[in-house]
């Protein structure tokens, strides 16, 4: 099965994220008509992460101030490797929440070298309250109780 390349958008009012998804060629049906396989679980499973990717970045903010590499550490473990942010998605992620108010940056020196420490923000506090009604309406309905 070939790769899916995601890039992620937030709205500017919302913490609402939107997935476009460009698959490869070994993703694409290639029968009558051409276009996504959705029969394909890999194309089901990388969607639903990457979409999660911003909510488990904001989870991990609440319990306290981190660096990015920090963040995507804990994103990992904390979802026993389900959601995994590498560098390429989580850096643009972090620069669309700082520059939205749901974090802020300071930068730290350490060992001769800078990094920034993210902290989240009353704002991204708010916003991560509406992520988890979300995801709880969700669960609600693939539960069967919606």
Not at 87 to 115: D, K, M, S
Request: some cysteine.
């Amino acid at each position: 099965m070939g790769n899916i390349s995601f890039i992620n958008i937030l709205l500017p009012d919302k913490l609402a994220a939107a997935t476009v998804v460009a698959m490869t060629s070994a993703t694409r049906n290639q029968g009558k008509g051409g276009g996504v396989d959705y029969t394909d679980r890999q194309y089901w499973s990388g969607l639903i992460k990457m979409s999660l990717s911003k909510f488990f970045i904001l989870a991990e903010l609440q319990r306290r101030p981190m660096h990015g590499y920090e963040i995507a550490r804990q994103v990992e473990l904390s979802t026993k490797g389900c959601c995994a942010p590498t560098a390429g998605a989580l850096y643009p992620v972090l620069r669309e929440f700082e520059e939205g108010g749901y974090v802020t940056a300071l930068i730290e020196h350490t060992g001769g070298r800078q990094r920034k420490v993210y902290t989240i923000t009353d704002k991204g506090q708010r916003a991560f309250a509406v992520a988890v009604e979300a995801w709880r309406e969700v669960g609600a309905y693939l539960d069967g109780q919606g």
